[in-house]
C-alpha cells in the first residue's frame, strides 16, 4: 500500500509539473504569435506608405532562415553529366577554367563560372524534364522540374539563376544550356538570412525613393543566388526573390538587402 | 493483491513513465526557446522533436570555414559600352547605371577570361576597329591590375591569361566565337575563347544606355581607348573629410592587419595618436585618419613565399578593404601601382569616386604597402570620408575638352577638406 500511494504522489506532482511547464509553453507561444501579429501589422503599415501591399498571410509565414554556403564544385561528377548526353570523349581544357567534351553524340562545355552547355547530334529520348533528371543521374542533387527546365535546389532551396534549359523537340533532347553546380556544399557563415519583412521594406523604400513604388506584391521566395566565385568554388547567399505587380521580379540579398533587378 | 489492484498498479507505473517523457519533452521544448544555452547534441534532438510536434525552434547550424582562395579586383569598372545599331551605348559610374550593366556583362566576361587562349599582340587599330564592331562589348577599369587577378576575381583560375597590366578589356564578336581583347601602358592584346558570339547580344536587353563615343572618336589623341557620353558630361559634385577614427574602426584597422584587438599594448600620445604595438609590430592611427603601420625584423603578416603577382595585391587589397570598411563612405580603392624585386613588392592604391579618380593633394596614390621576404613590413594609408552627394557639375564637353589637350576627368582635393568639384586634367 506505502508504494501505491507513494506513485499516487509522484503523479500528482508529475502531473503538476506538466501543467506548469505546458502553462509556460502556451504562454510563451501565445506571446510570440501576438509578437508576430504585431510585427506583420507594422510592416503591412509602413509597406503601404512606400506604396507597396503585401498580403499578412505572406508576412506572417516566414520559411527557416538559409546561411551562406559555398559549393565545392566536382568537375568528375560535370564531366559525368555531359557525357551522359554527348557520349564519351576526351575532356579538352579550352582556357583556364573551361573544358569541351567532344562526345560521340555532341560537344559538351564546362565553363569556370558553373555554366554547362550540350549540342547532341544524335538526340536522346527525353520527353520530360522529370526524365532528364533520371537519365542525367540528376537524382542526386535536389531539383524542381518545370515542363522544359530543371532548377537546382541546395538544403532545400532553390538556387535564383541556377537552371538548365532543356531544348526537348518531339520528345528528344537536343540540347541543355544553363548552370548547374555539383559538388560538396558547406555553411561558411552562421548568420541567419534576415527576413522578408526587412526584405520587403529595404525594396519598397528603394522603389519608392526611385519614383517607381513596387504596388502590390505578388510572391516571395527564399533561395539561394550566386555571390562570388573563387576558382573551383562558388559561394551563395541567402536571396528574396520578390515579385511585384508593378516592376516585375526583383531580388533581394538577405544579408545586405541589397536589391537587383537582375541576377549577377 | 487481487488482480484488479495488480492492474491498477500497472497503469499507474505506466502513467508515472508517460508522465515523466512528457515532462522531459515539455522540459526541452521550454528550453528550446533559449538554444545558445544547449549543447549542440542535444539542440540537434530538440530541433527533431520540436519539429516532429511543429516547433519553431532551429538548431544553430555547422559552419565550416570557406575553402576557396578568393580574390577581388584591385580596380573597380569605371564604364560599360555596347556597340549596338551602330551607334555606342555607355553606362557610367558617375551617372549610376554602371553597376546593372556590370552585373549584366560578368558571367560573360568570366567565361571569356576562363576560356581565353592563344595571347597575340595587336595595334590600337585593330582594337579599335574591334570595337566598333556591332555587338562588342567595351569594359573600362579605374586602374590597371594584372589581368590574371581580373579572371581570378571573376573566379576562374588563370593558366590562359598572362599577369599583364590591363585597365580595359574588349569582348568583340568573331565570327563564331567571341574574341577577347585587352590593353593597358599602351599595349593591346587579343585572345580567342570559347563563347559563342550569340551570347553578347542578349547581353543589354531591357537596358539603354547615354549616348556614348570612344576618346579616338572625341579627338583624344595619344591616349589609351576610353569612353565617355557623346555630349553632356554631367559628374557628382563630391564632399571629402577625414575619418572619425572610432573605437570600432581602429579595432577594424588592427583587425585588419592581423593584430589582437584585445591587446593591452595601445596608449594615446599627446597629439591624439592611437598606437598598438605587438611583437615588434607597430600600428599608428592619427585623428586625422593617417595610418602607419611598421614590422620589425620578424613581425608583420605573412603572405605565401610563392604568391603570384595576384595574389600579393589581393593580401593587400584585402587588408585595405577591412580595414577601411564603413569609413570611407563612397569612395572605392584603386591599385596605382605595383612593383616587385625578388626580395620586395611595393603596392599603391589610390582612391576612385564615382568612377573617378581622386588625388589626395599632389598625390596618386593614398594607401602604401611594402612587402619584403615575405612579411608586410610598411604600409601608409591616408583615410578620408567621401559623400557622393544630389548635386552634380556640368563638366566641359570630352570633345571641347580634348581640343584643349585636357585628358581625364577627376577629382582634386588640393590636401584640403570639403566639397570638391570635378575637374579635367591634363
Redesign the interface.
Known amino acids: 500500500m506505502k ?2 500511494r507513494l ?2 504522489i ?2 500528482a506532482m ?2 503538476a ?2 501543467l506548469v ?2 502553462a ?2 502556451g504562454a ?1 507561444a501565445f506571446e ?1 504569435w501576438r509578437l508576430e501579429e504585431d510585427a506583420a501589422a507594422r510592416a503591412s503599415e509602413a509597406l503601404a506608405a512606400l506604396g507597396a501591399e503585401a498580403g499578412r498571410d505572406m508576412l506572417g509565414d516566414e520559411p ?2 538559409l ?1 551562406m554556403v ?1 559549393i ?1 564544385r566536382d568537375l568528375a561528377a560535370e564531366r559525368a553529366l555531359a557525357e551522359t548526353f554527348v557520349g564519351t570523349g576526351a575532356l579538352v ?6 573544358y ?1 567534351i567532344e562526345g560521340e553524340r555532341g560537344t559538351a ?1 564546362l ?3 558553373g ?1 554547362f552547355e550540350a549540342e547532341i547530334s544524335a538526340p536522346a529520348a527525353c520527353p520530360d524534364a522529370g526524365t532528364f533528371i533520371e537519365l542525367a543521374g540528376l537524382g542526386g542533387i535536389e531539383t524542381v522540374t518545370g515542363e522544359d527546365t530543371v532548377t537546382q535546389l541546395v538544403r532545400g532551396a532553390p538556387v535564383f539563376g541556377g537552371e538548365l534549359a532543356l531544348d526537348i523537340e518531339n520528345g528528344e533532347l537536343c540540347g541543355v544550356s544553363g548552370i548547374v553546380l555539383l559538388g560538396d556544399d ?5 548568420t541567419p538570412s534576415k527576413s522578408l519583412d526587412a526584405a520587403l521594406l529595404s525594396l519598397a523604400e528603394e522603389l519608392h525613393d526611385a519614383g517607381t513604388p513596387a504596388g502590390k506584391i505578388l510572391s516571395a521566395e527564399l533561395g539561394y543566388a550566386a555571390s ?8 551563395m547567399a541567402p536571396t528574396w526573390r520578390i515579385e511585384t505587380e508593378s516592376v516585375g521580379t526583383w531580388y533581394v540579398d538577405a544579408f545586405t538587402l541589397e536589391s ?5 | 493483491m487481487s488482480r484488479r ?1 495488480r492492474v ?2 500497472i497503469f ?2 505506466v ?2 513513465v508517460l ?2 517523457a ?2 522531459l519533452l ?2 526541452l ?2 528550453w528550446s ?1 533559449d538554444p545558445d544555452s544547449l549543447p549542440e547534441g542535444v539542440a540537434r534532438v530538440v530541433s527533431a522533436v520540436s519539429g516532429f510536434f511543429g516547433g ?1 525552434f ?1 538548431a ?12 577581388g579586383e584591385a580596380a573597380p569598372p569605371n564604364a560599360v559600352a555596347v556597340m549596338r545599331n551602330g551607334s555606342l551605348e555607355g553606362f557610367f559610374a558617375f551617372d549610376g547605371t554602371l ?2 550593366a556590370y ?2 556583362v ?2 560573360t566576361l ?2 571569356c ?5 592563344g595571347q597575340s599582340n595587336v595595334s590600337q587599330r585593330e582594337f579599335l576597329i574591334a570595337a566598333n564592331e556591332e555587338g562588342a562589348v567595351f569594359i573600362g577599369y579605374s586602374g590597371e591590375q594584372p589581368l590574371s587577378l581580373i ?2 576575381s ?8 598572362g599577369g599583364e597590366m590591363v585597365d580595359i578589356l574588349l569582348l568583340a564578336p568573331g565570327g563564331e566565337s567571341v574574341i577577347l581583347y585587352a590593353a593597358g601602358g599602351g599595349q593591346y592584346m587579343r585572345m580567342a ?3 559563342a558570339d550569340s551570347r553578347l547580344e542578349p547581353l543589354f536587353d531591357g537596358i539603354s544606355g547615354a549616348d556614348a563615343a570612344y576618346s579616338s572618336d572625341l579627338g583624344f589623341d595619344g591616349t589609351e581607348p576610353a569612353v565617355y557620353p557623346a555630349r553632356e558630361l554631367r559628374v557628382p559634385v563630391i564632399t571629402v573629410h577625414p575619418s572619425a577614427m572610432s573605437e570600432s574602426a581602429v579595432t577594424g584597422l588592427m583587425s585588419a592587419f592581423g593584430m589582437n584587438t584585445e591587446s593591452n599594448y595601445r596608449y594615446v600620445s599627446s597629439d591624439g595618436t592611437q598606437y598598438a604595438v605587438e611583437n615588434g609590430v607597430t600600428l599608428a592611427v592619427g585623428a586625422d585618419g593617417s595610418i602607419a603601420y611598421s614590422a620589425g625584423e620578424d613581425g608583420g603578416i605573412g603572405l605565401r613565399p610563392d604568391a603570384a603577382d595576384a595574389g600579393v595585391i589581393e593580401f593587400c587589397r584585402a587588408i585595405l578593404e577591412s580595414g577601411s570598411a564603413g569609413v570611407v563612405g563612397d569612395a572605392e580603392w584603386t591599385l596605382r601601382g605595383f612593383e616587385r624585386t625578388e626580395e620586395r613588392a611595393e603596392v599603391r592604391f589610390g582612391y576612385t569616386v564615382n568612377g573617378l579618380p581622386m588625388y589626395v593633394g599632389e598625390y596618386e596614390s593614398a594607401a602604401e604597402f611594402v612587402i619584403e621576404e615575405g612579411r608586410l613590413t610598411e604600409a601608409h594609408i591616408a583615410l578620408l570620408r567621401c559623400a557622393s552627394g544630389e548635386e552634380s557639375s556640368l563638366m566641359m564637353p570630352p570633345a571641347s575638352a580634348a581640343v584643349v589637350g585636357l585628358r581625364e576627368p577627376a577629382y582634386f582635393t588640393g590636401g584640403g577638406y570639403g566639397e570638391v568639384v570635378p575637374q579635367w586634367s591634363r
Do not use: C, W
Open positions: 508504494i501505491s506513485k499516487n509522484i503523479i508529475l502531473l509539473a506538466d511547464l505546458a509556460v509553453l510563451r510570440s527557416p532562415p546561411y559555398e565545392e581544357r579550352d582556357g583556364s577554367g573551361s569541351r562545355r565553363y569556370g563560372a555554366r558547406y555553411i561558411i557563415d552562421g562570388l566565385a573563387a576558382p573551383g568554388y562558388m559561394q537587383s533587378a537582375r541576377l549577377r | 489492484a491498477v498498479e499507474k507505473s502513467l508515472i508522465l515523466m512528457a515532462m515539455l522540459f521544448l521550454t526557446t519553431g532551429e544553430a547550424p555547422v559552419v565550416e570555414g570557406s575553402r576557396a582562395d578568393t580574390y553597376d546593372e552585373s549584366r560578368q558571367l568570366a567565361d577570361l576562363g576560356s581565353a587562349e579572371a581570378l571573376h573566379g576562374v583560375e588563370a593558366y590562359g591569361v575563347t570559347a563563347v
